[in-house]
């Protein structure tokens, strides 16, 4: 079946604007993480979903992030009045939900803040 | 949280066997111990997962001493595609609390034809 994908593949903005990135997880999949990288740097961990609720967002750098999952499925990340400092490749992962298990990611949304 | 420490690059020719060892002094009895591969402009992909001894799939092996204090990732006769960023990763704990994956800078594997 299909993997994790992710919209846009690349976003531009401005400073100060409000952005959304989409993930679409791995069907049946009730687990999803999104994670930020940056440039040579390893995946940063943001915030995790079991289902609809967040079960840990302790990765979520301030309160201009946001991010929901409302029917268990897609998830949608949200960035208010960003900053130059926000631009990274933001990933989503999903895995079945059970201990220990496969996070698959998916390819990332390039996010250049100028 | 079990910090990992590796190298941050090594090199390799086509054909050779590559081994990548981590230190995670502080794994928790409950971690398992991951590998990730990823390549410029995707996602981190799964490569081998253990707890302890020895595990072994299609593309690598993972050998894990008896303390668990390090691992080491085996990739048997690497070719061209197997230039990539290797990641250590460990807490993906077996419990049902923490799940995020804690990732660390990696090993930058670059294979010389």
């Known amino acids: 079946g299909a993997g994790v994908s992710q919209t846009p593949s690349n976003k531009v903005t401005e400073k100060g604007k409000y952005v959304e990135l989409r993930c679409d997880p791995i069907?049946?999949?009730?687990?999803l993480y999104w994670y930020r990288q940056s440039l040579g740097q390893g995946p940063e961990f943001l915030i995790y979903f079991q289902g609809t609720g967040a079960a840990d967002d302790s990765g979520l750098p301030n309160d201009r992030f946001f991010a929901v999952r409302p029917e268990g499925s897609v998830s949608t990340l949200k960035i208010q009045r960003t900053e130059r400092g926000d631009s990274a490749v933001y990933l989503c992962a999903s895995s079945s939900g059970g201990g220990g298990e496969t996070q698959y990611f998916g390819p990332g949304t390039r996010l250049l803040v100028l | 949280l079990a910090k990992t420490t590796q190298p941050i690059s090594m090199d390799s020719y086509e054909g050779q066997e590559v081994n990548i060892t981590c230190s995670h002094n502080?794994?928790?009895?409950?971690?398992?111990i991951t590998w990730y591969q990823q390549f410029p402009s995707q996602g981190p992909r799964f490569i081998i997962q253990?707890?302890?001894t020895k595990v072994t799939n299609e593309v690598a092996s993972l050998f894990i001493p008896a303390d668990r204090k390090s691992s080491t990732l085996s990739l048997p006769r690497v070719s061209l595609s197997d230039t990539a960023v290797y990641y250590c990763l460990v807490g993906a704990s077996m419990d049902t609390g923490r799940r995020a994956l804690t990732f660390g800078s990696g090993t930058r594997l670059q294979v010389q034809p």
């Open positions: 502080n794994i928790a009895t409950n971690d398992y």
């Open positions: 069907s049946g999949h009730t687990a």
């Open positions: 253990g707890y302890k």
